[in-house]
């Protein structure tokens, strides 16, 4: 059974979207602040940085060639390493709530 046409642009752009609200996010809440980090800091930017590096390999993983035509291991891959990302930048969002 192939995916269906069209999820690959749809999971690359939604990746790319959970990336710049991931961004817009750090921008706001003050990656650029000289203020020296304190643990909290940390406590968000690590979940944040480990959902942009899945988020940039999701169009990797879902444009890479299959070995037949029907081979979907890449996008069941990629699509759960989108749905890590995405919880991870939602989860540093959260913790900036608390921190």
């Known amino acids: 059974m192939q995916f ?6 749809a999971l690359s752009s939604a990746a790319a979207t959970m990336f710049s ?5 750090l921008g706001y ?8 980090w304190r643990f909290g800091d940390y406590i968000v930017i690590l979940p944040a940085l480990l959902g942009f590096a899945c988020l940039a390999t999701v ?12 081979d979907e291991s ?26």
């Open 59 to 70: 169009p990797f993983l879902a444009t890479s060639p299959m070995k037949t035509p029907d």
């Open 29 to 36: 809440w003050g990656w650029h602040e000289p203020l020296p």
């Open 21 to 25: 609200l991931g961004m817009l996010f």
């Open 4 to 9: 269906p046409t069209g999820s690959v642009v």
């Open 74 to 99: 890449r996008m069941f891959v990629a699509r759960r390493v989108f749905l890590c990302g995405a919880i991870a930048v939602w989860c540093a969002i959260v913790a900036s709530l608390f921190v």
